[in-house]
């Protein structure tokens, strides 16, 4: 399914790196201006350097704290205020962590606390100011004012297989979709989510990271993706992981006008992990 972007303007926490960045290309491609909001000034440093040349003139690399409202509503102010024009067509709420597995015995507070922050406050902060900005613009043709989609996990289905804090901060998340659809889907803006299972990112990557994991949720995790999909040593790297291209091309057409009949869904994009 083509979708085309043109005069839409999209921002994307965590838009930078990662699932992030292609995110961002794969919007740049389909003619949208693009607000990257990230947090890394390395991120956003190297982002133009990621972006193909002839669509650098349409990405805004945007230093963002989500969980920031003061920060928030100054990243999208430097956009929209330089141009009474422009408007904000969609928000993907894209930026989170990791608890590294740990289970509820052994989550501590700081743990606890920044995972909800980051992955649950966040989408909250950054979709109350898209929210307030799409009432103060007059709908496009079909009453549509604006989408907000949430990138939530797998984890927000299937609580067993991630840690505690990440597990209910991608839950709490499924309810901010669904209550924010409910609410502002007569208003003409759209709410709603993908759940991906494991992506080839870079911090999946990172043997530093998956070192500092909890040995015994990440043993949960190994499991049910071998039953998934099996041995990732014997299929070589790419078996059984969401191509970062293939889900965003998914959001894509979700975020598009041709999908105005959904609202408040939850889109499994995670090669069958929530099938067991």
Excluded at 10 to 31: E, K, Q, R
Excluded at 210 to 228: M, P, Q, R, Y
Aim: glycine content about 10%; hydrophobic content about 45%; some cysteine.
């Amino acid at each position: 399914m083509s979708v085309d972007y043109t005069s839409k303007t999209v921002a994307i926490t965590g838009g930078a790196a990662g699932l992030g960045l292609a995110l961002t290309n794969a919007f740049l491609a389909a003619n949208a201006t693009v607000l990257a909001l990230d947090i890394s000034p390395a991120a956003l440093e190297s982002l133009p350097a990621a972006v193909p040349e002839a669509h650098r003139a349409r990405v805004h690399p945007i230093k963002c704290d989500v969980t920031s409202p003061a920060s928030v509503a100054e990243a999208f102010t430097t956009y929209l205020s330089a141009d009474p024009s422009r408007r904000l067509d969609v928000l993907i709420n894209n930026a989170g962590i990791s608890d590294k597995m740990h289970p509820t015995g052994d989550c501590d507070m700081a743990m606890w606390e920044k995972n909800i922050l980051v992955n649950m406050t966040g989408p909250f902060v950054t979709s109350q100011a898209a929210i307030q900005q799409f009432l103060k613009q007059d709908p496009r043709e079909g009453g549509q004012r604006g989408v907000i989609l949430n990138v939530i996990s797998a984890a927000g289905l299937n609580g067993a297989r991630a840690g505690v804090a990440y597990t209910a901060s991608k839950h709490g998340t499924v309810g901010l979709t669904r209550s924010t659809a409910a609410f502002y889907g007569p208003k003409g803006i759209r709410c709603l989510a993908i759940m991906p299972g494991p992506m080839q990112t870079n911090m999946a990557r990172n043997e530093n990271h998956i070192a500092d994991f909890h040995k015994e949720g990440l043993a949960v995790v190994v499991s049910t993706f071998n039953t998934v999909h099996g041995d990732p040593a014997k299929q070589g790297w790419n078996f059984g992981w969401s191509p970062l291209e293939q889900v965003a091309k998914t959001v894509l057409v979700l975020c598009s006008d041709g999908m105005n009949t959904i609202n408040g869904a939850l889109v499994p994009t995670d090669m069958g992990w929530t099938t067991v």
